[in-house]
């Protein structure tokens, strides 16, 4: 008796755990947006720690879908079409809310690199926010970038005056499809 409830057991956690495998739709009726945040925490161990984070992604209404790599110790947290992307300080909290410790934001956004009296800023696309941009190496290297549409990878720090603060790590030219 106790072999056949550890392996019907086993076959059920086997089950849960490769269906949790794959990205978990949080709004089923929005549309995907193209921005998204990787998030590195300590303790995130397992699929399980994913459903303790997943209660707070869906209070937030911005959230579509998230991922988890386990080795890496990463979420990965696609936003709604059209919808704000959330504050840094919100994020963090939602990890640290769920039980774990926040180490490093990164954002994958879509939309155009801006220079204003030698500040910088990145607009996203789909959404009506802009975020400043330090003025690293990546940005003065991609100069001829400015004002075209781009994905920017970057460093997500915290800023007393703005949502977030945004350190370019690469630099991407979308191309128009013909």
Do not use: H
Not at 44 to 64: D, H, M, P, T
Not at 67 to 85: A, R
Not at 95 to 108: I, L, N, Q, W
């Amino acid at each position: 008796m106790k072999m056949k409830t550890f392996i019907a057991l086993t076959v059920m956690a086997v089950g849960f755990i490769s269906s949790a495998a794959e990205a978990k739709v949080i709004s089923p009726s929005a549309e995907k947006g193209q921005n998204k945040v990787y998030i590195r925490a300590d303790g995130l161990a397992c699929y399980f720690c994913a459903y303790g984070l997943e209660r707070f992604f869906k209070q937030s209404g911005r959230i579509a879908w998230y991922d988890m790599n386990m080795k890496d110790g990463v979420v990965e947290v696609g936003f709604i079409k059209g919808k704000p992307i959330l504050p840094i300080q919100t994020i963090n909290q939602y990890v640290y809310d769920a039980g774990f410790s926040p180490r490093t934001v990164k954002a994958e956004f879509v939309g155009r690199l801006t220079q204003t009296d030698g500040k910088y800023r990145f607009e996203v696309s789909e959404t009506s926010q802009s975020f400043p941009v330090e003025a690293n190496a990546v940005v003065k290297e991609s100069q001829a970038t400015l004002n075209q549409e781009i994905t920017l990878i970057a460093g997500v720090k915290e800023d007393s005056t703005a949502l977030m603060r945004l350190a370019p790590e690469q630099i991407v030219l979308r191309r128009s499809e013909p």
